[in-house]
């Protein structure tokens, strides 16, 4: 497992416990499970492997030696606009990837983060008890069975083929270099998000608007929208995220809709 008294001693705000875990059935579970008795903000919990992991609208998430997995609890309060916390914490990943020298680096709405057009890593958002349960897979290096977690048509990317010439793989078990790399992946994440993170509760998604902008991928191309909620599909070319977080689509009578949830399709 990481070492988390390593992890704590390198992170800048004293909000995070970190406990960590070889395989656990989801990281998720044990953040829910904090949150339910009555946890506070800042538990985080991570893991090597998950024989349960789960993304998105309960899609499987594989998660096999070679990745990052954690999740996190937050109880940000009265702040209307909880979701966009999501995109907050897509901006600290890309912010963390960077400082460890991975380029190429876009985000598809609403927190996708690609490297070089393919995705990276999933952020998912649940509600429990008044908090939030945050979790983070992370493709890092490639695991001896590959096989996709990934639930859209996208390719995956790993960040160790971007950064290592050699050990880039899994051989077996992680060295002790790709472990510490494991480690400086959560130190870089925790100390972007947690300025991040009070900057929006203070000031709300809008201060980031730009930020998240000039880093969205599809920009100006043409996409299709699949509404969970509605099972319905809008259309329109991509304008932007408001202050809310909202996609703006541009429709072709010069109307712009805006949408608060969805996975975006690129239309070919
Ligand atoms: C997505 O669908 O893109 C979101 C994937 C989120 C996966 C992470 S891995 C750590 C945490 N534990 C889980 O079971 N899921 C999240």
Known sequence: MLNAECIEEYLNSPLWSIH?????ESTNILVKD???NSGSEGFVAVALEQDGGYGRQGRSWKSPLGGLYFSFSLIPGSNKNVSSVSLVVALALKEAFENLGVRRLQIKWPNDVLINKKKACGISLEGVAGGICVGIGINVFKPEEVSSNLSSSYETAYLGTELFEHENKVVGSLSNVQKRFLESLVIEFFNAFSSLYERWKNAGFGIFCSAYNSVLFNKGQEITL???TLNT??????QGVDAEGKLLLAQQDGSVV???S??????H
């Open 226 to 228: 699949e509404t969970i």
């Open 262 to 267: 969805g996975e975006v399709h690129t239309k």
């Open 233 to 238: 599909i809008v259309e329109g070319i991509v």
């Open 20 to 24: 960590s875990f070889d395989t656990v």
């Open 34 to 36: 904090y949150l339910r």
């Open 258 to 260: 805006s949408a608060s």
